[in-house]
């Protein structure tokens, strides 16, 4: 039996037409504020979008929308009674305004910002897109392990390391939503929690309870920019040194993260291995000469790579090469240009993800 993947919804305002458009967000929004216009001049063309996932016991949800104004007042809470947090990571746009009718809190894109939903809040938004996450409150309590600080009104700015590590992993949250199956989102939750927990008041309690999860967002990172310096031919950026000074960590770290992939060594390696697999079958890079491959991929002599590119794939380079040329041939026979070009496109963007 397939395993149950977790629900979903979407809203898109265009759905709606004319002025509509702004009454139907007034009532999807309003599960959790109320919002009225800066201006009742353009809601013709009001735009907002909304894709939430239901992770268990946390919501993500995914967010667009136009200028406007997001209020919880007094009255508001007491009849919802809702007692949550809302992690809100801004991609573009921001807002200001404030918390408790006194505290001023600016938020710009870059920034997290940190709400607790049985606090009022008023704030001026302008058009904007990010990700929030609803986090019930006892689920946050248990990952502090005691006493809880004030997070209401709580800004990580977009300079923040710990923000940055706490978007990271929303944004990681994110892009995994497609795999996750409803026995996944407990441990996602509590991963999630700890992070909060760990990036909002580090101390031993809470980055002792978030490791785990913390590690697995830094060898993410490690990993994209393995693959972003192979792709502009920065080897001398991919030594140990080098990536220990680029995220802050020590070399014993470094190792400790990479030793389930066989060692930082041992995956830069395949890396660039698995590249020059792709550049020599690449038919926009078949003028590059293998020995200039192999340079620009770090090995320290055309005879070195072609050692090692024969161990990892039981033919040397230039058999590599001339299975690249007879595999396009045979495409070309085989698909319309029109075809072919699209199938080179759609492989461009998937060797580059």
């Known amino acids: 039996m397939a395993a149950a993947s977790i629900p979903s919804s979407r809203f898109d305002s265009a759905q709606t037409a004319g002025e509509g458009r702004f009454a139907a967000w007034q009532e999807v929004i309003g599960v959790v504020f109320d919002v009225a216009p800066l201006s009742r001049e353009g809601l013709e063309g009001f735009q907002a979008s909304v894709h939430a996932s239901h992770l268990g016991q946390l919501l993500l949800v995914e967010h667009s929308f136009g200028a406007q104004q997001f209020s919880r007042r007094a009255a508001r809470i007491a009849r919802d009674g809702l007692d949550h947090y809302l992690v809100q990571c801004y991609h573009q746009g921001g807002f200001v305004g404030q918390c408790d009718g006194e505290q001023d809190i600016q938020v710009r894109a870059g920034d997290i910002a940190v709400f607790a939903l049985d606090r009022t809040q008023h704030t001026l938004a302008q058009a904007s897109r990010g990700v929030s996450l609803i986090v019930p409150r006892t689920l946050v309590d ?3 392990g005691h006493a809880t600080p004030d997070l209401h009104g709580r800004v990580l700015g977009a300079g923040n390391p710990l923000g940055g590590l706490l978007g990271d992993h929303v944004a990681s949250l994110q892009r995994h939503l497609p795999a996750v199956t409803q026995a996944d989102t407990p441990a996602l939750a509590q991963a999630t929690a700890h992070m909060l927990a760990a990036c909002l008041r580090p101390d031993k309690n809470t ?38 000074d680029a995220f802050g960590i020590s070399r014993s770290q470094l ?59 039981g033919v040397t380079p230039s058999d590599a090469r001339a299975m690249g040329q007879t595999a396009q041939t045979q495409d070309s026979l085989r698909l319309p240009p029109e075809a072919a070009h699209i199938v080179t496109e759609y492989t461009h963007w998937i060797q580059g993800l």
Do not use: C, M
């Open 142 to 144: 248990d990952a502090f």
């Open 255 to 313: 190792y400790r993260l990479f030793e389930p992939l066989g060692g930082v060594a041992h995956y830069v390696q395949r890396r660039r291995l698995l590249k020059a697999f792709h550049d020599l079958t690449h038919p926009l890079k078949r003028r590059l000469r293998i020995a200039e491959i192999a340079a620009r991929l770090g090995f320290v002599s055309e005879a070195h790579f072609s050692r090692a590119f024969r161990a990892a794939f």
């Open 207 to 244: 980055w002792g309870q978030a490791q785990q999860a913390l590690e697995a967002v830094t060898l993410e990172r490690i990993q994209q920019h393995i693959a972003r310096q192979l792709r502009v031919s920065n080897s001398a950026a991919l030594t140990p040194q080098a990536l220990a």
